[in-house]
């Protein structure tokens, strides 16, 4: 079975700098895809990135940008220029690539962001 | 398009009493799937479907029916309520297609204490 690690329960950034989230996670298999999901007060899933494993290029949208090593089995989060918006509660998530498996994640234990004036 | 939506928002159940949680989706979605938020330990599944008619069991099923009848719904059954099953319960849905764009659409979530 698969498993992730969050290390970080909670984590503080001043607005404007960046900060970064951590994640392992163990599995066997070859291919499969990671994912950052952010979950506000709203309590409400929302996806902000995702990375391919057999894709070597770092994805990134806007401001969010991951660090995916593959061999260290390593996906952290950047958060540039960091706003008060960003404020939430972020889940590390993995997917298995085979058939059959787009509706079971595997999730992280989740980190804490605050973010301060 | 609504999404995926859940209901009831919150719900409070004595010990033993038994209850449905719905799940709707109006995007077609063949894939559905149950997952329970505790503090401190993320998201789990429970239970999950990749089309009407098809159930699997998740990473902590027990306490937990399901039944796919229709491509929409999903409901989400507990048969008699513990206090371990007091939670923050999200339904997702998703396309049958590879990669990893295939993205999971969470619902609002359910609040449940069970007394």
């Known amino acids: 079975a698969q498993t992730v690690t969050q290390s970080q329960p909670e984590m503080s950034v001043q607005e404007a700098e960046t900060v970064t989230l951590s994640c392992t996670y163990d599995?066997?298999?070859?291919?499969?895809?990671l994912f950052w999901y952010k979950q506000p007060p709203s309590r409400q899933m929302i996806l902000v990135i995702r990375?391919?494993?057999?894709?070597?290029q770092n994805a990134t949208e806007n401001r969010f940008s991951v660090n995916f090593q593959k061999a260290a089995k390593s996906f952290s989060l950047k958060i540039s220029d960091s706003q008060l918006g960003d404020a939430a509660m972020y889940f590390c998530?993995?997917?298995?690539?085979?058939?059959?498996?787009?509706?079971?994640?595997?999730f992280g234990t989740g980190t804490r962001l605050q973010v301060t004036l | 398009n609504a999404g995926v939506t859940q209901t009831p928002k919150f719900q409070v159940l004595k010990t033993g009493q038994s209850m449905t949680l719905q799940c709707a989706q109006d995007?077609?979605?063949?894939?559905m799937s149950w997952y329970r938020q505790d503090p401190g330990m993320g998201l789990r599944l429970i239970h999950y479907?990749?089309?009407?008619?098809?159930?699997d069991q998740g990473e902590v099923p027990n306490g937990y029916n399901v039944s796919r009848s229709t491509t929409e719904d999903f409901p989400l059954r507990l048969l008699s309520a513990a206090p371990s099953q007091t939670s923050v319960y999200f339904c997702?849905?998703?396309?049958?297609?590879?990669?990893?764009?295939?993205?999971?659409?969470f619902g609002p979530g359910t609040r449940l204490t069970v007394l």
């Open positions: 990375q391919e494993a057999y894709k070597q």
């Open positions: 997702a849905s998703s396309y049958h297609r590879g990669g990893a764009y295939n993205e999971q659409f």
């Open positions: 599995t066997s298999e070859s291919d499969y895809y």
């Open positions: 998530a993995y997917r298995s690539a085979f058939t059959g498996t787009a509706s079971k994640l595997t």
């Open positions: 479907s990749v089309g009407a008619g098809i159930t």
């Open positions: 995007m077609n979605h063949e894939y």
